[in-house]
Each structure stands twice: as structure tokens, then as C-alpha cells.
């Protein structure tokens, strides 16, 4: 399997050659606007503290009101504006994955389907949250009991057993959890080949297709395959090539996973 990751890997970076530019802009205008809308909520939310002694506009009952109904817009905005061309940027990186080279515009012509964007967003929202959650909350009760032991007065030896058991909760509630979700690693791909598809039902085929080839571990070692190339990203330029070579990689591993491993029949 490293073979077929590492030859899939080489295949994206060369479906990216000579279309960099439109992988590049597809990047940027959604980050672009999760970047106004996103300052927009920071600059809602923290307007009071900080720009109150400036205006007494952002510390009146009227503004008090005001940003809570601003910060719910925003929120809507972002469903509307961003999931349909997220869900169109992973459509494209799609067609491209078997050679298909549609145009530019064929990311944001995904506004059509507007209502499955948001519901993929919203279902994949929750299903992190809970699973995180739910691997993560032995974890997080354990450390919080050490440190009530800690402030009680534990002897060092204790605590220091607590920090390691600690320390491999989280490690091992990342891991079930990172896990976990590559049952759903297909669910954007299996909308882009069949549009038609009910979110629910791109969901349900995602996770009987990954649990039945057993694919969830090769594909988190795909994606941790690329953390040095993210490390990279902290000079922030990188990023405009890592991100586009990220998304036809997995692309080009979704099409691998569909076309030749063993998959349920109903496919």
C-alpha cells in the first residue's frame, strides 16, 4: 500500500501541472471569504471590550441586541456562501482525479445544490463534534481529576503517573478519533460522482465502503503523510502549493478506494 500511496501522491502533483493557478484561486476565494466573515464575528463579539471606550455606540443596550442578530447572519452567510463552493472545490479536484478537466467555473456552478453543501457541512460538523466528544471525554475527566489531585496535594510520583496515563488518553482518543472519521472520507467524492445522492445516504455507503476494504488506517497515513508539508506552511506561501497537491491527493486516493478495492455490491 505505501507503493500505491506514493505512486497516487506522484499522479496528483502531476494532474496539477499547468492548472496550479486554478487549484490556487479555488484556495483563496473561500479563504478570502471565511477570512471578512470570520474578522466580521471577531470584530461583532469583541467590540464591546475593546472598542468601547472609543464609541459608546458598541457598549448601548441597542448594540447589545444588535450583535448577537449580526453574529447569526454571519453564521448564515458562511453556510451560504462557503459549503457550495468547498463542496464544488472537491467536485473539481474529483473530475480531475480520472482526467476530467472541467473548467474553473465548474466549483462554483455547485450553488445549485445548495441545500446537500450545508447539510454535508452540518452533518460532518456534528459527527466530529460527538465523536470527539465521546473518544476524547475520558481524556479530558482524567486530567481534570489529576489536577484536583494535584491541587489536594498528591505526592510527585502520583502525579507523575497521572500525567502519562493522562498524556496517553489524548493521544489514544486523537488517534480513535482521527480514525473514526475516515469512515466518511468518500462522503464529498460520492456526492461530486453522483449528485443526486442524499447526504445521508453519501454518508451510510461512505462507511460501509471504508469499514468493508478496511481502508481507514491507509487513508489517515495518506493524509499524516503530508504533515511535513504543512509544517512547511507556517511561512504561509507554501501553503499555495501544499493545500492544492493535499486535496488532488485525496482525490486521486477517494477514485483508488471506489475503483479497486473491494466494495459493497450496491455500488
Given at each position: 500500500m505505501t507503493h500505491t500511496r506514493a505512486h497516487l501522491k506522484v499522479r496528483a502533483k502531476a494532474l496539477l501541472i499547468g492548472n496550479s493557478g486554478k487549484a490556487v484561486a479555488l484556495l483563496l476565494i473561500p479563504g478570502l471569504f471565511s477570512l471578512l466573515l470570520k474578522g466580521?464575528?471577531?470584530?461583532?463579539?469583541?467590540?464591546?471590550?475593546?472598542?468601547?471606550?472609543?464609541?459608546?455606540?458598541?457598549?448601548?443596550?441597542?448594540?447589545?441586541?444588535?450583535?448577537?442578530?449580526i453574529l447569526l447572519i454571519l453564521s448564515g452567510l458562511?453556510?451560504?456562501?462557503?459549503?457550495?463552493?468547498?463542496?464544488g472545490r472537491d467536485a473539481w479536484f474529483w473530475e480531475r482525479s480520472a482526467r476530467e478537466y472541467r473548467p474553473f467555473t465548474y466549483a462554483f456552478?455547485?450553488?445549485?445544490?445548495?441545500?446537500?453543501?450545508?447539510?454535508?457541512?452540518?452533518?460532518?460538523?456534528?459527527?466530529?463534534?460527538?465523536?470527539?466528544?465521546?473518544?476524547?471525554?475520558p481524556a479530558a475527566a482524567f486530567?481534570?481529576?489529576?489536577?484536583?489531585?494535584?491541587?489536594?496535594?498528591?505526592?510527585?510520583?502520583?502525579?507523575?503517573?497521572?500525567?502519562?496515563?493522562?498524556?496517553?488518553?489524548?493521544?489514544?482518543?486523537?488517534?480513535?478519533?482521527?480514525?473514526?472519521?475516515?469512515?466518511?472520507f468518500l462522503v464529498p467524492y460520492l456526492i461530486a460522482g453522483t449528485p443526486e445522492l442524499r447526504v445521508c445516504d453519501a454518508f451510510r455507503k461512505s462507511s460501509q465502503i471504508m469499514d468493508s476494504?478496511?481502508?481507514?488506517g491507509n487513508t489517515a497515513k495518506m493524509k499524516l503523510s503530508f504533515?511535513?508539508?504543512?509544517?512547511?506552511?507556517?511561512?504561509?506561501?507554501?501553503?499555495?502549493?501544499?493545500?492544492?497537491y493535499y486535496k488532488q491527493a485525496c482525490a486521486c486516493y477517494a477514485r483508488h478506494i471506489l475503483n479497486y478495492e473491494k466494495t459493497p455490491d450496491f455500488l
Open positions: 466580521g464575528g471577531l470584530f461583532t463579539a469583541a467590540s464591546g471590550s475593546l472598542y468601547g471606550s472609543l464609541s459608546p455606540f458598541f457598549t448601548s443596550s441597542a448594540w447589545q441586541y444588535a450583535a448577537p442578530a458562511s453556510l451560504i456562501i462557503l459549503t457550495p463552493v468547498l463542496l456552478s455547485w450553488y445549485k445544490k445548495m441545500g446537500r453543501a450545508i447539510a454535508l457541512y452540518l452533518i460532518r460538523w456534528g459527527i466530529r463534534l460527538c465523536s470527539g466528544l465521546f473518544f476524547l471525554f486530567t481534570l481529576a489529576s489536577l484536583l489531585l494535584y491541587i489536594r496535594g498528591c505526592p510527585l510520583y502520583t502525579l507523575v503517573i497521572l500525567a502519562g496515563t493522562s498524556a496517553a488518553l489524548w493521544i489514544f482518543g486523537a488517534v480513535y478519533t482521527t480514525l473514526f472519521l475516515q469512515r466518511f476494504c478496511m481502508m481507514r504533515f511535513p508539508w504543512f509544517l512547511s506552511c507556517i511561512l504561509v506561501l507554501p501553503v499555495l502549493y501544499v493545500y492544492p
